[in-house]
């Protein structure tokens, strides 16, 4: 049984910083030991949107192009955690976090940028909210 459960959401002015953390369970079996592992975000009237993602397995970064060089994703495979760093925030930043998986099995990190683009995760957390002010 997978869960993931997301915390370090908050309320920050602009310019602040935040760490987001994923928490994944069930993820790891003896069969499979990389996973694909990403954050999105949703505001009120918007679609989700794709913000980081990682390969466990390999460390395969992928960003969306709004958050390059503010937004690193980081993982400790030790402890099944997932980071987002999340730094110089806008109020275009403010959203419901989420944290994505899936397990790579045997599928390449390529399959993981797919998955990220294409919005296909198997597993999802209930969310952790962002709210940037001026």
């Known amino acids: 049984q997978v869960q993931l459960v997301e915390s370090g959401g908050g309320s920050v002015l602009s310019g602040g910083s935040l760490r987001l953390s994923c928490a994944a369970s069930?993820?790891?079996?003896?069969?499979?030991?990389?996973?694909?592992m990403a954050w999105f975000r949703q505001s009120p009237g918007k679609k989700r949107e794709g913000v980081a993602a990682?390969?466990?397995?390999?460390?395969?970064?992928y960003y969306a192009d709004s958050v390059k060089g503010r937004f690193t994703i980081s993982q400790d495979n030790a402890k099944n955690m997932v980071y987002l760093q999340m730094n110089s925030l806008k109020p275009e930043d403010s959203a419901m976090y989420y944290c994505?998986?899936?397990?790579?099995?045997?599928?390449?990190?390529?399959?993981?940028?797919?998955?990220?683009?294409?919005?296909?995760?198997?597993?999802w957390g209930q969310g952790t909210q962002v709210t940037v002010s001026s």
């Open positions: 069930g993820l790891t079996t003896p069969s499979n030991n990389a996973n694909c």
């Open positions: 990682i390969s466990t397995g390999g460390g395969t970064t």
């Open positions: 994505a998986a899936n397990r790579m099995n045997k599928q390449t990190d390529y399959d993981c940028y797919v998955s990220f683009l294409t919005d296909q995760f198997n597993y």
